[in-house]
């Protein structure tokens, strides 16, 4: 098992920063692709970013140029700088854990609580 625990979100205005912190636990892996997925209310689970132990990056449409994924695997930990934010970043983000390097929900099987983030206009 693998635990997975967010931290860093917030509220911030338009054009701000955040970067978000997710600590892994118990049976990690540096094998393991790291991923950052967002939901806003009433929408679905959406892939925001994805790294891979051998330093690939994965990105979706709406979030490149501006967010940034890495991880330190001495300290088990997975970062997402998010930067030029917008109200439409507004969700909550999710860390995941999985064996595949992937956009797609099912193929992570370890998930965080999620971390709230709030841009305002």
């Known amino acids: 098992q693998v635990q997975l625990v967010e931290s860093g979100g917030g509220l911030v205005q338009a054009g701000g920063s955040l970067r978000l912190s997710c600590a892994a636990s118990g049976r990690t892996s540096s094998s393991y692709a790291m991923g950052w997925f967002r939901q806003a209310p009433a929408k679905e689970r959406e892939f925001v970013a994805v790294s891979a132990s051998g330093g690939f990056t994965w990105y979706g449409d709406s979030v490149k140029g501006r967010y940034t994924i890495s991880r330190d695997n001495a300290k088990n930990t997975l970062y997402l700088q998010m930067n030029s934010l917008k109200p439409e970043d507004t969700a909550v983000y999710y860390c995941?854990?999985?064996?595949?390097?992937?956009?797609?929900?099912?193929?992570?099987?370890?998930w965080g609580q999620g971390t709230q983030v709030t841009v305002s206009s």
């Open positions: 995941a854990a999985g064996l595949k390097f992937s956009d797609r929900v099912p193929d992570y099987a370890y």
